[in-house]
């Protein structure tokens, strides 16, 4: 299968500052039956992994020796992601950072799946889509050896679910870091094989509730303290 999806460009978006988002970061395991839009589905992506240096070839998420072992996946439901011209197709697809792409690696709505791998975690199969980042430790462990095993590789997937929380929050979107699964079943959700393990699912949508906390009432509490 080649079907490819254009996303749209990244830019800047969101009305929230970098540390409004960290105020407001939660993790949202409950969502609204509302679609994610495909342009912040797009800009949600570029920050999780996407290109920031077309010049030197650097990404959004620093990495080890810039050896970028990460790809990114997204589990997309029926009627879930909505851009101008309709609904995206269900499927997988994995994100490509060099073009800004989707590409389709398997159709259907494969969500219930991928809930059943995350041990019934019922919020993945209720969220509209999920975000997967998986690793192919190779490319790190090839220059690093074990400390890339043990060490970069989850720290560097561990700054990518950060940026995907971040710029989730800052778009009106909530989600949350599952580490919780079944390796073996999440790869098989998923299309992925041999030395390409999943590390992350993160369940993206709107949330139900939003929260609600400004600077002034942090102030109030440190303040309370001192
Ligand atoms: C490595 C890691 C694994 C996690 N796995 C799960 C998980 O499997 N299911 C879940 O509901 N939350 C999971 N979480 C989210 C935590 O429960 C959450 O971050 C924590 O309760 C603090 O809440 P906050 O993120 O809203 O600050 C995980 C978080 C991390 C960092």
Redesign the pocket.
Same mark, same amino acid.
């Given at each position: 299968m080649d079907k490819i999806i254009k996303l749209p460009q990244p830019g800047k978006i969101s009305g929230l500052t970098v540390e409004e988002a960290l105020l407001l970061?939660?993790?949202?395991?409950d969502f609204r039956d509302e679609p994610v839009k495909l342009r912040d589905l797009a800009l949600i992506l570029w920050a999780t992994y996407g290109l920031s240096d077309p010049v030197e070839g650097f990404l959004t998420t620093p990495s080890a020796g810039a050896t970028y072992p990460l790809q990114v996946y997204v589990v997309i439901g029926s009627r879930s992601v909505i851009d101008g011209s309709g609904f995206l197709d269900p499927g997988v697809y994995r994100y490509d950072p060099g073009r800004h792409v989707l590409m389709l690696v398997r159709s259907g709505d494969v969500r219930r799946e991928l809930m059943q791998a @995350?041990?019934m975690?019922g919020?993945i199969g209720r969220a509209p889509m999920s975000i997967v980042i998986t690793a192919v430790y190779e490319r790190t462990t090839s220059v690093y050896g074990e400390r890339g095993r043990t060490r970069y590789v989850p720290m560097e997937a561990?700054h990518a679910?950060e940026n995907a929380?971040l710029m989730a929050t800052a778009l009106g979107y909530g989600t949350?870091?599952?580490? @919780?699964?079944r390796d073996s079943e999440v790869s098989q959700v998923i299309g992925i094989g041999g030395s390409e393990i999943p590390l992350?699912?993160m369940p993206i949508g709107v949330p139900i509730t939003r929260r609600r906390i400004g600077f002034e009432e942090l102030a109030g509490f440190f303040v309370g303290k001192r």
């Open positions: 970061r939660r993790s949202i395991r @995350a041990l975690q919020f561990g679910s929380y949350v870091a599952v580490g @919780a699964f992350y699912i």
